[in-house]
């Protein structure tokens, strides 16, 4: 094991045992070299006064080499702030300004002792980390059976955990916590789990209520108290988008120092949040009382990032940057978030409206981009494909009777249109 690595290990093992146990065979491997080309050119950066022949990138005139054809599409932005790489963690600067905005955003977390944001190649990559680092063949992974099909292949297919999967909603269409409660304690001899919690929910659009996430926070602290190790990831790709009377900042404040046995780790990004998909820029947090043991995850999180990507795109992260910045942000982001409010009532009127009833219900929804339709008496793929096929409609099928729809791709006036012709689909196939 690298002297690195090992030293990593030892003060995370010594600020908190539990945590150290959680860290998979790759978690207690991984490393950020201190020495190498990085470092020797971070050296470089500061004493290198007169020539620096360290990172690789090209110079000309004093900037960053560029062509004008590319550069005549970003005048607005400095060369320095765009062409060469950027830190493996992400810029300073808007590490800064995400942790201040997380901060105000979730009041559960004054005073609470959190990591300086990680910046990742958005929130995929940020799953992708916790699964390098946390898990290994053998755990599981803990999450409900309404879920994004990619924590499968991110957590089973790539690093060989076992999926349990819980019902979503109990029989008051409510968040199952017992159901929770119990894949938990069902695990309890393996010692360790990693549980996903992601609100507002892909696919159903969900978020908890605040007694429900109370019984969840209660949940958590029941297995750690009985002896389990719990990375608690709260997948908030949606932040942001509570439309009702739900719990509307996320559960990583409160679990953020709720037992020694509970690792929070929060994974968020402007991806979603700020309408940014392709700009592929997400964040990684953790929490911890101890500021060495957080110095230390982060150095981890950083080998991971340097042993895959290097580093994550820079043109982006100073978009995301002089957006947060912008006076400009809040009134724009408000602006869209009455869009994405007025499509989701709209579509929760229509479907109250009775007009369609008898062919569906639909699973409860109150925030993010998504809902789904709960069908009665047709196979959900074979309405997929009849309405992309008759009707040039597309929707998710998922399973044999859930239909999600993705009302923040549609504008309002056309909900109605949409969800009659969904209708009419299912009328053709029972006839």
């Not at 309404?146 to 999926?163: P, Q």
């Not at 990004?269 to 929490?287: D, M, P, Q, S």
């Not at 947060?324 to 009455?338: G, H, M």
Request: proline residues 5%; hydrophobic residues 40%.
């Amino acid at each position: 094991m690298n002297p690195l690595a090992h030293q990593l290990n030892e003060t995370i093992r010594q600020e908190n045992e539990q945590i150290f146990s959680m860290l998979s065979r790759l978690g207690q491997l991984i490393y950020f070299p201190k020495e190498g080309i990085l470092s020797q050119s971070a050296e470089a950066a500061s004493k290198a006064k007169l020539f620096n022949a360290t990172i690789g990138i090209a110079i000309e005139d004093k900037a960053p080499m560029h062509l004008k054809v590319i550069q005549d599409q970003l005048s607005a932005f400095n060369p320095k702030d765009i062409y060469p790489y950027a830190p493996p963690a992400g810029k300073p600067e808007l590490r800064k300004l995400w942790r201040e905005k997380m901060l105000k955003e979730n009041p559960s977390l004054v005073g609470k002792n959190i990591s300086n944001p990680i910046v990742t190649n958005a929130l995929t990559h940020g799953l992708s980390i916790v699964a390098d680092l946390f898990a290994d063949d053998g755990d599981v992974v803990i999450m409900p059976d309404k879920n994004w099909e990619n924590y499968e292949l991110t957590f089973n297919i790539r690093r060989g955990a076992e999926m349990v999967y819980y019902p979503l909603y109990n029989d008051e269409w409510k968040f199952n916590s017992e159901a929770l409660r119990a894949s938990l304690l069902a695990n309890r001899d393996k010692g360790k789990a990693i549980v996903v919690l992601n609100f507002p929910n892909n696919p159903t659009g969900y978020t908890p209520g605040r007694e429900e996430g109370e019984k969840i926070l209660a949940v958590i602290q029941e297995a750690a108290e009985a002896g389990m190790k719990l990375v608690v990831v709260t997948d908030d790709a949606y932040f942001g988008l509570f439309f009702e009377d739900s719990v509307h900042e996320s559960l990583f404040g409160a679990l953020a120092s709720i037992h020694p046995n509970v690792l929070a780790v929060k994974v968020d990004g402007a991806t979603k949040e700020e309408y940014v998909w392709g700009f592929r820029v997400g964040f990684i947090t953790y929490a911890s009382t101890s500021d060495s043991l957080l110095a230390a995850l982060e150095q981890k999180t950083m080998g991971i990032i340097r042993s895959t990507i290097s580093s994550g795109p820079h043109p982006s992260q100073t978009f995301v940057l002089h957006a947060l910045q912008s006076p400009d942000f809040e009134p724009q982001k408000q602006e869209k978030f009455n869009i994405m409010k007025g499509r989701a009532n709209k579509v929760k009127s229509l479907l109250d409206s009775g007009k369609y009833s008898g062919v569906w219900t639909y699973y409860p929804f109150n925030s993010g981009y998504f809902m789904c339709l709960k069908l009665d008496h047709v196979n959900a793929e074979t309405l997929r494909l009849h309405l992309l096929d008759n009707y040039g409609i597309g929707t998710i099928a998922l399973g044999d009777t859930d239909l999600r729809v993705a009302f923040s791709c549609i504008e309002e006036e056309n909900l109605e249109e949409l969800f009659d012709k969904i209708y009419q689909g299912v009328l053709d196939l029972q006839s």
